[in-house]
């Protein structure tokens, strides 16, 4: 196969990718799991928006061709930094666990315009009825 169609193959599969992972609703996103790709282009963190129930994981997958920071606002607070990745190296992914309920912005150290937030819900309790007890 010569290389123009390799690169066309490629190019197709990836497409098929980003269609397949744009088409489905964020809230069907696996139990437990989350995962953010870093990217070179707008949105740079996508989505630059997750909810969380606690308990959950999230991971940021770097596919950009730089590195990057995975950085809480709140890091250099009195208040505590909830999460810092370091240099986020092209391929390299980051993973949070166990994030308390709340809403959580951050940013990339190295290109501040790169901004996203994760909201941590509580985990929904089960209403049980009385013919359950």
């Given at each position: 196969?010569?290389?123009?169609?390799w690169k066309r193959l490629v190019f197709v599969m990836v497409l098929i990718g980003v269609v397949?992972?744009?088409?489905?609703?964020?809230?069907?996103?696996?139990?437990?799991?989350?995962?953010?790709?870093?990217l070179d282009r707008e949105p740079f963190y996508s989505p630059a928006s997750v909810n969380l129930q606690a308990g959950q994981?999230?991971?940021?997958?770097?596919?950009?061709?730089q590195s990057h920071t995975i950085t809480h606002d709140r890091c250099g607070e009195r208040?505590?930094?909830?999460?810092?990745?370091?240099?986020?190296?092209?391929?390299?992914?980051?993973t949070v666990r166990d994030l308390a309920t709340g809403t959580y912005p951050y940013h990339?150290?190295?290109?501040?315009?790169?901004?996203?937030?994760?909201?941590?819900?509580?985990?929904?309790?089960?209403?049980?009825?009385?013919t359950e007890l």
């Open positions: 196969m010569n290389a123009y169609l397949g992972f744009l088409s489905v609703p964020m809230g069907l996103a696996v139990p437990g799991n989350s995962e953010i790709l870093v994981s999230i991971q940021w997958q770097n596919q950009s061709s208040y505590g930094c909830a999460f810092h990745s370091g240099h986020l190296h092209p391929g390299e992914d980051f990339c150290n190295i290109h501040p315009f790169m901004r996203g937030v994760i909201v941590v819900d509580q985990k929904p309790t089960r209403n049980y009825h009385s």
